[in-house]
Structures are given as structure tokens and as C-alpha cells.
């Protein structure tokens, strides 16, 4: 089993009578890639602060492999980690001079420094750049100068701010394929980002915080498939998103959602939330015998094109969202106003 490598115990910042961490608990295992996703101005960056001692938690306690941060080394603790911005910073000089920096300041022999340099841009696919002036580098070149100069001394734990969010899609790509290289070496990653794709494509577990509380820590596929508050559920973007009034009936959750009642497996009386991915939803033109308990009539009132999918919004007494391949959508000749059923299961129900 492996060890927790961080460990945030009730945590809060304030900033100026503000408070912008509130009581901030996470643990983050060694060799994993953990992600805080949220909004601009959430706290993500302020997190990675923390955790690097450029600023200090106003209460609260963080243990790096046991350790707590009050300890007397410090410098020590630091330098076995580093922190990437989102805005890559660079000294004049050249790219050997940035990235062989870290290694200078440690005192380490120069033999072995001009060996981990070499390395280190060439696990980055940069082995010729060594000369270069930085003030040449376009912006998906710096960042890659950036992981050589975190990894040139091999950290046990590297913070990235934002990694990818200055870069072209092409660039974008590169600096993920990077991040995941790292991390095969059992380094520690933590990542802040916005981008939602971004966390379900690299990491490992991720925490979703907004106004500096976190509302909810899983794995990708529990955070997208069952999300535990609406602002978490708006936030990743998730469609079908409705509020009813629940009963349970024979263990089977018995929801209102206007005047159409839907089924689910789970839930809980009163009050609820509901999601029903599109991806579950399946749309015909006659009525489907099948286990879907749900099954509704209604007209197609918006018509969307995704590429090889096509989005379909039905009105049944509320518009149900589902996703059709483009085959199936000309097959079917599909139109607005066309008169339609669609149906899902009770277990494509998530109630919250």
C-alpha cells in the first residue's frame, strides 16, 4: 500500500480579512497524479502555494511524508519539490543556464551537472536546445524547458499551476504526454486546471474545490458519473440536470420532475437532484420494448451537429438531451418537431 506523500489537515487562508482556503483536508498518495479542478478564483493556485511554503496557511496543518511543515528543515523539505506557474518564468541566458540553475545552487559537481542537463532535455525532446537563447523559444518550447528544469534534480513531488493554459492544442498535447512520462517514474504530480477534460485524461484522482471549499475528492469516473452537489455537477458540465421531489417505493426511487415522473435505483426522499447522462439516453421513433423502466414520448425541438455524433434535445414535458451517431440519426430521419420516444434505465439515474 502506498504511503500518503501529502497530507492537508483543516486547512483555511485569509487574504486581507478574506477568506479564500476553508478548511481545506486532502491527502495525496505517493506516485499518483492528483488534480483541484474549479473556476478562476477558487483557491487552486493558493493551494500549490501552500504546499510549496511561498505562503503560510493561517490554521491548519500539511505533513510532507510525515513531516509537518513547522519542522526546522525547511529549505530541505522545499527542495524536494518545485512548483511550475501557469506564465512560464525564465532568466536571460540560455536554456542550459535555466535549467542546469537548480542544480548550480546545490552545489552540485559540474561534471554531473552538464549529465543530468543532457538527460533532462532529452527526456523533454530538447537535447539540441541546450545553446539556445530562451528569448527565442516559442511558448510550448519554454514550457518544455520548464519540466527539464523541475526534473533536472529528480523531486519527489512536482506542482504544476495551469500546464497547458497558455498553449495551442498541438502544444497542449505535448506538455500531456510529458506530464504522464514523469509520472510513470513514481513522481508525485499535483495539477491545477480549469479544463475538466484535462483532469479526466491525466489524473488519478481529482478534488473539485469553488470559493475555496472543497465540494467533492474521487476517481474521474466518480466525479462525471456521480457528482454530489449541483455546483459540482454544473461545473463539469454535465447536461440533463434536473430538480425534483423523490419518494421510495419498494427500494425504487419514485422522482418528480415537473409532471413526469421518472424511475431511479437509488436515492432518497424529498428535495433531490438528478442527472441522466446523454450517453444513456437512447432516442427512437417507436416505443422500444426493453428493461428501461423510463420511457417517454416527445418531439425533437434542437438539433445540434458534434462531428460523428449529433446532439438531440426531446421535449417530454421536460428536454431530455441525448447524444445519436450520425448514422443512426439519418437513419432514423431525424427532424425538428419529428415525433419521438426516448428511454433509459433506472440505474442511468444518478439522485443526489
Do not use: W
Not at 164 to 188: C, F, H, R, W, Y
Not at 316 to 344: D, H
Request: hydrophobic share 40%.
Amino acid at each position: 500500500m502506498k504511503k500518503n506523500i501529502i497530507e492537508i489537515s483543516n486547512l483555511n487562508k485569509n487574504y486581507d480579512g478574506k477568506q479564500v482556503l476553508k478548511n481545506i483536508n486532502l491527502n495525496v498518495t505517493e506516485g499518483e497524479i492528483f488534480a483541484v479542478i474549479g473556476p478562476s478564483g477558487a483557491g487552486k493556485t493558493t493551494i500549490l502555494r501552500i504546499i510549496n511554503m511561498l505562503d503560510k496557511p493561517t490554521s491548519g496543518k500539511i505533513f510532507f511524508n510525515n513531516r509537518d511543515y513547522n519542522n526546522r528543515n525547511r529549505l530541505k523539505t522545499r527542495r524536494k519539490m518545485v512548483l511550475l506557474f501557469q506564465d512560464t518564468g525564465v532568466m536571460s541566458g540560455s536554456v542550459y543556464d535555466n535549467v542546469s540553475y537548480g542544480l548550480k545552487i546545490r552545489g552540485v559537481d559540474k561534471t554531473e551537472i552538464k549529465e543530468k542537463v543532457a538527460n533532462a532535455l532529452r527526456e523533454m525532446g530538447i537535447e539540441s536546445y541546450g545553446k539556445r537563447d530562451v528569448k527565442t523559444l516559442s511558448g510550448g518550447e519554454k514550457q518544455r524547458m520548464a519540466f527539464a528544469r523541475a526534473t533536472v534534480f529528480n523531486p519527489e513531488l512536482i506542482l504544476l499551476d495551469e500546464p497547458t493554459a497558455n498553449l495551442d492544442p498541438k502544444n497542449v498535447g505535448v506538455v500531456e504526454k510529458i506530464i504522464k512520462k514523469i509520472n510513470k517514474s513514481n513522481t508525485t504530480i499535483i495539477m491545477s486546471t480549469h479544463r475538466f477534460e484535462e483532469a479526466i485524461s491525466l489524473a488519478d484522482r481529482i478534488a473539485v474545490i469553488c470559493r475555496g471549499e472543497i465540494l467533492q475528492v474521487g476517481a474521474p469516473e466518480e466525479i462525471f458519473r456521480k457528482p454530489t452537489s449541483k455546483q459540482v455537477a454544473e461545473f463539469i458540465g454535465l447536461e440533463n440536470l434536473f430538480e425534483g421531489v423523490s419518494t421510495i417505493k419498494e427500494g425504487i426511487s419514485e422522482i418528480y420532475i415537473n409532471k413526469i415522473k421518472v424511475y431511479a435505483t437509488s436515492g432518497k426522499e424529498g428535495k433531490v437532484k438528478v442527472v441522466i447522462h446523454p450517453e444513456d439516453v437512447i432516442v427512437s421513433r417507436e416505443k422500444i420494448v426493453s428493461s428501461a423502466r423510463n420511457t417517454f414520448k416527445g418531439k425533437i425541438v434542437e438539433i445540434s451537429d458534434k462531428g460523428v455524433l449529433v446532439k438531440v434535445v426531446v421535449d417530454v414535458g421536460i428536454p431530455i438531451i441525448t447524444l445519436v451517431m450520425r448514422r443512426s440519426f439519418e437513419e432514423l430521419n431525424l427532424n425538428i418537431n419529428s415525433k419521438v420516444y426516448v428511454s433509459f434505465k433506472m440505474s442511468c439515474v444518478h439522485v443526489f
